[in-house]
């Protein structure tokens, strides 16, 4: 079933759990993310890079989606992630995914607030939640983002501007950045401390791959109920990719649906470690019963 991205981390921030936001590439990953969180029983967020959308198709994006969700037995949600472009964001819009995280980070301040409330404003007349970031989080993921940092708020102005546009969910830099770590972060949990001193609204972490799970429960401890997973999915996706293939040379036979069950495997196992690591699992039903109606 499809819900509302800001309702269910809402309801994760109260009980002190994460939901786990997966990107997805494909028909593949998409189903095996949605079994991990039904064999955990733990609620998920789908989520989809501005390039995998412009590659695949928004209109085939959401009817995969919806046909791998219809029947599941745990709330999923659909998320386009790092999204500059308002045309893409209009036309996600239109097609009544459940949320959106408009990157306004390569924006000056006063540019980044006003596109942003255009944004909210658009995308709440249709229903659909708004992720905020207007300071950048480190790394480039997907060809959006920047190694860089161009622009830093204090907390005080993140919640401020969070208020004023009307946004459902912050993204703050919090340490951590986009793809592997070349070198040891310095993480920064008592960011969200303060920050979730100052807003009700869920707080999301980005840059996840690579943290331990005690530095995932920290950033949960400190407020965290959305934390972010690419990366991780995938190196395992294309690594079960090559040693399938490695095999297939070796024994000379080539049957692609027995690489997508390996890629699958890889997948579904990858993220039941995350959902275990995150406290959601079996969170789904509560999940469900403690969202509005």
């Known amino acids: 079933m ?69 029947d599941a037995s745990v709330p999923v949600a659909l998320h386009l992630d790092h999204c500059p472009d308002r045309a893409v964001v209009a036309e996600v819009i239109a097609a009544g995914w459940s949320s959106i995280l408009f990157d306004a980070s390569d924006r000056d301040l006063a540019t980044a607030e006003r596109e942003t409330t255009e944004v909210v404003a658009a995308a709440h007349a249709a229903g659909v939640d708004i992720e ?30 969070a208020e004023r546009t009307g946004a459902d ?14 070198s040891k972060p310095t993480l920064l949990p008592e960011r969200v401390t303060a920050l ?13 791959t690579g943290l331990s799970d005690e530095e995932f429960r920290s950033f949960i401890s400190a407020g965290v109920s959305k934390i972010n997973i690419s990366t991780a999915v995938k190196m395992s996706y294309m690594r079960a990719a090559a040693a399938h293939l490695d095999e297939a040379r070796r024994t000379d036979r ?30 789904a039903e509560a999940a469900v019963k403690a969202m509005p109606s």
């Open 254 to 283: 080539w049957d692609p649906p027995s690489m997508f069950r390996s890629v699958s495997d890889a997948v579904r196992s990858e993220i039941v470690a995350h959902i275990d690591a995150f406290g959601a699992a079996g969170r």
């Open 132 to 161: 905020s970031e207007i300071e950048n989080i480190l790394g480039v993921e997907d060809g959006v983002g920047s190694d860089d940092a161009q622009h830093a708020y204090s907390v005080e102005q993140l919640a401020e501007v």
């Open 169 to 182: 969910l912050l993204a703050p830099q919090l340490g951590t950045s986009h793809g592997m770590f070349t």
């Open 2 to 70: 499809q819900v509302s991205t800001a309702a269910l981390t809402r309801v994760a921030r109260d009980h002190g759990y994460a939901v786990p936001a997966v990107n997805v590439f494909d028909e593949v990953g998409m189903r095996a993310v949605v079994e991990a969180a039904e064999l955990r029983s733990a609620p998920l967020i789908v989520q989809v890079s501005v390039k995998t959308t412009r590659s695949v198709g928004t209109g085939l994006l959401t009817d995969t989606f919806r046909a791998l969700t219809r």
């Open 196 to 208: 979730a001193a100052l807003t009700d609204k869920p707080i999301v972490l980005h840059g996840g």
